[in-house]
């Protein structure tokens, strides 16, 4: 990379845009680790506030993230989910992004309010619960928690690694129809933040949804937050 030091252009912002299409053609690719500051500035023959400066551009723009004990990586393209009645597993294979599970709960829970309201059973029946973190490579990008009616199918660890849970309830005969599904963001927790390995109150996309089947009768109800700069929902709007 060289700069042009009789130009108008900055040189932190000449370094950023080199930086930038390196990044956009691939030679950057996503996850790679940039060189550190020293090195950069002695390749480029720049001062390291030049060199920050051009990184902690990147940063703002999205391009780069800075990340305690490793580094400035370039940061993963993001995932645009189309607002349609499909999991994100089956999004993520569709797309050929590799998708991975970490299952952190399985197992059977009281319905509490809410659940119990979205699932049509009592308060307190037992209710299958879920809750996993789907990662793209080795990158956290959800954190997933589902409920199921208890005794709908049966599931191991085992199957929701390797498996969608769409994809399972498929395999047992349930089509799923129809949903109900509400997209709005808040806060990460400090519980999410360390297991989407982000910081504490960094904005998370959350989704909401509860799914019915051919039927008409709830199947699942799901409570998901996401990297809000890895992750987007998009759809078409028609005017009626």
Known sequence: MTVDRNSPVPLYYQLAQQLEAAIRDGELAPGARLENEVELADRCGLSRPTVRQAIQH????????????VGTQVVQSEIRRPLELTSLYDDLAAAGRGPRTRVLELGVVPAEERVAKELGVPPGAEVMRMRRIRCTGDEPLGLLT??????????????????????????????????????????ATAAEARLLDERRGVPL???????????????EYGCHVYRADRYSFEHTLVER
């Open 58 to 69: 990147l940063v703002d723009r999205g391009r780069l993230v800075r990340k305690r004990g």
């Open 146 to 187: 589902n409920y199921l009616p208890h005794g709908l199918l049966t599931l191991t660890e085992v199957d929701l690694a390797e498996h969608g849970l769409y994809e399972l309830l498929r395999a047992v005969g349930v089509n799923l129809r129809i949903a109900n599904q509400t997209i709005g963001a808040r806060g």
């Open 205 to 219: 996309l959350t989704m909401n949804r509860t799914a019915y089947d051919d039927k008409g009768a709830a199947i």
